[in-house]
Every structure is written in structure tokens, then in C-alpha cells.
């Protein structure tokens, strides 16, 4: 989520706030107001709203479209199972998490781009509903074609960049000047941000990852600590440790953001304290089940009573 702004202390962004068709979301933090082409968060924290009147869904939902990727990085994490998600299903909860006061929803894989109804999906939740659309993809397959049949539909990219050159090259299998291209391609359209796995081989190269995603305008820096997967140990207390020596160091002027739990001792912001938990964050699977993160192995399988419920027996499992 973008930066939220405090508005008693920016007085200001309320004029610019008023001129734009915000989505509301009512919660235990206040009333949240939210502009899904500029990314602009504005919080009224003065408002208290009763309880009944809380957004049902998730602030935001990560939905793996595919578990399908032409690419093999040796961190990935994604299953390797092949499924992939019912395209009238998906619209349905889409629909769903519109009416529950969901914010935005970010697709991802595998890679979201061999999704075959991919378009479709994201012009139903431009048109159709008020969801930002968020996608996080290698960035490989993007053409001027594809570019163009997703203007207007998709409101910010993220693109993975995990170290640069060589070190790209060998963690990714893929020309790193093909990657700048692409991301000069993407980001002439659509507002962007870059993410970067960060372990031994990336951590080094952290400036360069930061350099290029200032070049290309990236809104945001997203440092995303290594997971244990498919044998490898991930970032590890060493990797983390630097990491925050590095963000303390930190003077750039792209925005960074951490993966959760990811965040040790940093001082970070904290902007909806209320929203914790399943109630500022879910994860669809491939499959169509339903869990607190992408990491979770427990979920709920989303069936013909909708999303909302599988939402609902996830808390409750959680409560228990
Ligand atoms: S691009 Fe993403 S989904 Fe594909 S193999 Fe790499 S980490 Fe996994």
C-alpha cells in the first residue's frame, strides 16, 4: 500500500483529495480514502466507525492467477502443481470483494502474464468494480501489444529485479538488458515499482537495484527476504541484519517497503494499527483456496457459498 497521510497534518492534500473519485473504506482505524490511479491513501483517524459498519473484505488480496511460469528461479516459492484459476469464478469474487470494501487486488503466479484471459480479468475490475489492479510479473513477455491491451486496466506493475547483471542473469536466466528494456517499455504506461529478493548474492547490489528503480520512476523499492524454498536455506539473521544496516543507511529517493515480519527492530510506519491480520491482507491460491499469506499452508477452499465465507472460516480457525 502506498504512503497513507495523516490528515490532520496535511492539510493541503485535502483540496487534492476532494477533486478525485476516492474509494471509502470504513474500519477500526477510521475512514480510509483511496484513489486507485494516483495510489493516494488519506486517512480521517478522527472518525470513529461502530464496529458494523467495518469493510467485510481484506484491505488487499494477492491472487495467484497461475502457478504456470516459463522461468526457474532456484528461490521460488510458487507451487509448481499445475492450476490455474476459473475466469467467471474469479469476476464473481472480484465482484464480491468490491461490495466487502476491499481496496485493491494484486495478481501474480507463477507469472500473470501467461494467464489467458488476463486482459478480460483486468478490464471486469477496472470497469466493473472500484479495485486498484496491482500485478507483479518478471517482466519478460511484455510487448508494445500487451502493453497496449492492458492500458487503462492495470493501475501499478511491480517488476522483479533481484541484484543486477551477472547476478540477475544467473538467479533469473535472462538477459538483463532485455529486463532494462522491458521495464523502460512497462513503465512508459503504468505507474511501476521494483521488488528484489534479497539474499547473500542480491545484497550487495542493493544501491544498483535502487539506482535502477529510480531511473525507471518506481514508486516504491519492495526488499523481500529470501524464504526457505526448495532446499535453500533463504536470507537467513546475517542477510536480514544487513539488510536493515542498509536501509538505515539509506538516502534515495525511491520509497522502500518490507515483506511482512520481515522488518526486525526498523522503525517503520504503521499507518492502520487496527488492520491486522486477515483483515488487512489475504492470499487466493491458484487453486482457489483462500489463506493468510502466500506462505501459509492452511486455507480455506473458496466454494460455491463465495469468498467472503471462506474469508469468514479462515478467521474463525484463527480465533479458535
Ligand atoms: S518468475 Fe516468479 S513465479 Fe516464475 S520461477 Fe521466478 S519466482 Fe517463480
Redesign the pocket.
Known sequence: MTGILRLRHVEGELARASRLPMRVRQGPDGVHLFDRQSGLNVLLDEVEVPQVAWAQAPRQVSVALTNA?????P????PKTASVLDAGRLRSWLDELDAGGCLGVGF????PTLYRRLPQICRHAAERTGLAVTMTT?AHRWTPRLVDVLAGTVHFVRV?VDGVGATYETL?GRPFAELRDRIGLIAATFRVGVNC?VNAATLPELDAVADLAADAGAAELLLLLERPARGRSGGGPDVAEDLHAWIRAYRGTVRLALGEGDTGGLPIAVPLPGERGLRSYAHLDAAGTLRRTSYDSDGEPVDGRGLLAALDRLQQKEAA
Open positions: 511460469c516459463d522461468l526457474d528461479c528461490f521460488c516459492y510458487a501474480g503466479g507463477g507469472e518478471h522483479s533469473r529478493v
